[in-house]
């Protein structure tokens, strides 16, 4: 359990958002988020929707029903929270 999870919970939503922190610089599908943290398919979709929407996660389609995932990294709230996490796993380790 990393410091995010002692101090939050751990959240579908939250696993999410670790996933595209820490590979931030790769674009992912639903299917590669819910492989690499465990997660149902149809929950990843559920948690990544309200990602979107805020505009800490960019959504691209990639032809008809493909769509990528990746961290925005011009988004002013995406950075804060890459900080956060940064300082807080520091802090707590």
Request: net charge negative; aromatic share 6%; no cysteine.
């Amino acid at each position: 359990m990393d410091a995010i999870e002692k101090i939050f919970g751990k959240t579908a939503q939250m696993t999410v958002l670790k996933n595209l922190i820490e590979n931030q610089n790769e674009p992912t599908y639903l299917s590669g988020i819910a492989e690499a943290t465990g997660l149902s398919h149809s929950s990843v979709s559920r948690v990544i929707t309200p990602l979107v929407a805020s505009g800490v996660v960019l959504e691209k389609p990639l032809g008809k029903q493909i769509r990528t995932f990746q961290l925005n990294t011009e988004s002013e709230a995406a950075n804060l929270i890459v900080d956060f996490y940064k300082k807080i796993n520091q802090l707590m380790d």
